[in-house]
């Protein structure tokens, strides 16, 4: 059974990278993945639960390949949701953007608005490790709630993921633009030397627009290595 829902999945996600949104119906899906579309009802659910499980399946790829050392430097785990997410989505950003469009009408549409609120209260999960292994190192000072924080770049980094979805601007651009709002919001809490480096980093980001920061001290685990 999980052999199956992985085909179907899969080829789901072959669908929506050839064909937007409106490429996925569940009797081509069906064929493609060599099922009934009562065993994808069974296994996984109506075209809706489908694009919550890719979505879903996203994150997880995304945290697998989070994966800090104890010495890894507090702003390399705050900024590692964006550099990991950015580079998981310049692998198949056609995929990718059809994926994160489908999460996004199906909130706007108001349909399984529950569902979509726990995938981002779980990238809010990611960015907050990094706010936290902030606050420990006593880089910022603790007098905004680190909830509050969270939040907010989670917010930024959505609206940077639907520009970019949208064929705004490049998957460089994007890294670059969410990476600032980062830094930005950490800045509003900093103390004095780490806040004058924040400002440094904005500073270089914006004047070298693709000059985004690489990852260091992180280990990937098997599921996130480069293939």
């Not at 994808?40 to 790829?61: H, Q």
């Not at 998981?88 to 108001?110: H, I, K, S, T, W």
Request: with cysteine; glycine share 4%.
């Amino acid at each position: 059974m999980q052999k199956r829902r992985n085909r179907i999945l899969a080829e789901a996600g072959e669908l929506l990278a050839h064909g937007g949104i409106e490429a996925l119906n569940l009797r081509d899906l069906a064929r493609m993945a060599d099922v009934t579309v009562p065993t994808i009802y069974n296994l996984v659910g109506k075209k809706e639960d489908v694009f919550l499980a890719l979505a879903a399946d996203v994150l997880t790829e995304i945290e697998a390949r989070i994966t800090p050392t104890d010495d890894a430097e507090p702003l390399t785990i705050a900024t590692a949701v964006v550099i990991e997410s950015t580079q998981l989505f310049a692998e198949n950003e056609n995929f990718y953007r059809a994926a994160f469009l489908a999460v996004e009408e199906l909130d706007q549409g108001g349909q399984h608005h529950d569902e979509v609120a726990r995938i981002y209260a779980w990238v809010e999960a990611l960015i907050r490790l990094g706010i936290d292994a902030c606050r420990r190192a006593q880089l910022i000072r603790g007098r905004v709630p680190a909830a509050a924080m969270s939040q907010l770049a989670t917010r930024n980094f959505r609206i940077s993921c639907r520009g970019w979805a949208f064929g705004h601007y490049s998957i460089d651009e994007f890294r670059s633009q969410a990476i600032s709002d980062l830094y930005i919001t950490l800045a509003a809490d900093a103390v004095d030397t780490f806040h004058a480096r924040l400002l440094r980093n904005i500073s270089d980001i914006t004047s070298t627009p693709n000059n985004a920061p690489k990852i260091n001290n992180m280990k990937r685990s098997k599921r996130g290595d480069l293939t």
